[in-house]
């Protein structure tokens, strides 16, 4: 305070004393109250007055820091009031208190209102400027539109700009420009081919000793050199055994062994032998063309009678239907004789036999059915609508027509393969064409796996089914060309019976390959590993 001036005494009207401050101790022979009018110039004490609204709240806080002031000087000059300064400073806390928790509830108001007034989800100004920016057609779709847009952004120019019709890129990507990719790499191949053939002529030429062609043939001669020495050695050898001048040679021995005025000499015995055998082969065959005439007289004689009889052909679906019996039990599948009962059309009987795959195949409920015919009726077109007919009333996928070799038509091929039909040549008297009905059965088994094929490792399974059935197709050929020779070379016995027992093996083993690959349909897991050869790439099958 620069300048104070005091004031005693009635001066004029005055203002209504002040209220007595709480707990304010009052001296005995000292004034009730001094009026003073001050003029306060301090910055700092201007600056804290002014922050109160002029009137009594001003005033108050003005006695408070006068009674501070005055309290100080007296405890700076030695005059400590203990009471006093107790008095004093609980009002000190009180007056803070009060004046703390006016402040709060202010800032507490004002923090308030500048929260709503920014955050307010209806009006604040942050929701307000976020929904600007993400709304269609807002700040931010118009920044991004204007650099990554398809039509004229930035990213569509620069991308233009480097890798358009004009750019460098696209240039060296022509196949049409000098400099380009594909007149580089052109260039390149014949520069490698080039060197390639110079260094493989090089390996090839007689003219250079370390060539791989010189070196060859070098070694050939020095193996050479010490076969014919081998050979001299081992012929000399032969030789010597087989000499009749020494008597311990092979051949010495082997003459002793093979006269016959030695009863006890190998000749001998191998001649008493041979006629017992023989003596032995003539008994069995006389019986066995006995039973062999008897038989076919009983044949004949059923084969007549089946002839005359109203229900011409019923045999040989019956003996078809044991022959599907047998496989279709030894599989686990179920067959089923339905030639006289009718299927879904009605007052059809289309189809002789059924024959469900089992609950444990790749495909459990799928049928398979056939149609055999001993009617010189019949070609190829009208069996497979023959077929068509018989897989509708059977509710079956895949149909086999039987034709009898006795009435087949002679342009037919003993197996063929017709999409999701099979046709077949099969001679009831002859047990070894009923190989034919079984290819057709594994066949047909994998076709109707095929139909519903599930796994992720049905496409190798698949790939194998289809290699064997093209196999038994062939093997089914070769067996015909053995009929054929059978019927027209005599002579080539030996020749026929070599071919048939190798075809007969063939066609068992692509057989059970399907079944095989049936089985490895059912587990859908991995198909079945042969010995030798990684289980996803099969080799293809060899067929002679």
Not at 260 to 279: F, I, N, P
């Amino acid at each position: 305070m620069d300048a104070v001036r005091v004031m005693s005494g009635n001066v004029g009207t005055q203002p209504p004393a002040p209220a007595p401050i709480p707990g304010q101790l009052h001296l005995p022979g000292i004034a009730p109250e001094v009026v003073l009018r001050l003029v306060v110039r301090d910055p700092e004490v201007v600056a804290e007055l002014a922050r109160l609204p002029e009137g009594e709240e001003r005033t108050r806080y003005a006695l408070s820091a006068l009674r501070l002031g005055v309290l100080a000087l007296r405890v700076a000059s030695g005059q400590v009031d203990s009471a006093a300064i107790a008095h004093a400073g609980e009002k000190l806390v009180s007056d803070m208190r009060e004046l703390l928790a006016q402040r709060a509830g202010d800032m507490t108001v004002q923090l308030a209102g500048a929260l709503a007034q920014y955050f307010d989800p209806r009006s604040g100004l942050v929701p307000q400027r976020l929904h600007a920016l993400v709304q269609k057609d807002g700040e931010l779709e118009r920044l991004l539109s204007t650099h990554l847009g398809p039509d004229e952004s930035v990213l569509a120019r620069t991308l233009a700009a480097h890798l358009g019709e004009g750019s460098p890129i696209f240039r060296m990507l022509s196949p049409t420009e000098a400099d380009g990719l594909r007149a580089h790499v052109e260039r390149t191949l014949e520069h490698a081919l080039a060197e390639q053939q110079k260094y493989v002529l090089r390996e090839f030429s007689l003219d250079r000793k370390e060539s791989a062609l010189s070196r060859l043939v070098s070694e050939m001669g020095d193996r050479e050199t010490k076969l014919e020495n081998r050979l001299e050695g081992q012929v000399s050898a032969v030789m010597s055994e087989l000499s009749l001048d020494q008597p311990n040679s092979a051949i010495s021995r082997l003459v002793k062994n093979l006269t016959l005025d030695d009863e006890q000499s190998a000749l001998s015995r191998l001649k008493r032998e041979l006629l017992g055998t023989v003596d032995e082969l003539v008994r069995r065959n006389t019986d066995f063309q006995t039973e062999v005439r008897s038989t076919l007289a009983g044949l004949q004689a059923r084969r007549e009678e089946a002839a005359r009889s109203t229900r011409h052909g019923v045999g040989f679906e019956d003996e078809l239907g044991q022959v599907l019996a047998r496989e279709a039990q030894r599989i686990g599948d179920v067959h089923q004789a339905v030639g006289s009962t009718t299927g879904v059309i009605k007052n059809c009987k289309v189809g002789d036999h059924l024959v469900t795959l089992g609950p444990d195949s790749p495909a459990p409920g799928a049928g398979i059915v056939w149609e055999a015919k001993e009617e010189r009726a019949f070609d190829l077109r009208r069996a497979l609508g023959e077929l068509e007919t018989a897989r509708k009333n059977r509710r079956a996928q895949i149909g086999i027509f039987v034709f009898s070799r006795k009435v087949a038509p002679p342009e037919l091929a003993p197996f063929g393969r017709y999409g999701h039909d099979l046709v077949v040549i099969w001679d009831a008297e002859d047990a070894q064409s009923d190989l034919h009905v079984k290819a057709a059965y594994s066949v047909a088994r994998a076709l109707a796996i095929r139909l519903g094929e599930t796994s992720a490792h049905t496409a190798e399974a698949l790939r194998e089914l289809e290699l064997a059935t093209r196999a038994v197709e062939k093997q089914i050929q070769h067996l015909e060309d053995i009929r054929r020779w059978a019927q027209t070379v005599q002579g080539h016995g030996e020749k026929i019976v070599d071919r048939a027992d190798r075809m007969a093996a063939d066609l068992l083993h692509e057989v059970e390959r399907l079944d095989r690959w049936q089985g490895a349909l059912r587990s859908a897991d991995e198909p079945p590993a042969r010995p030798g050869v990684p289980p996803l790439i099969p080799p293809l099958p060899t067929i002679d």
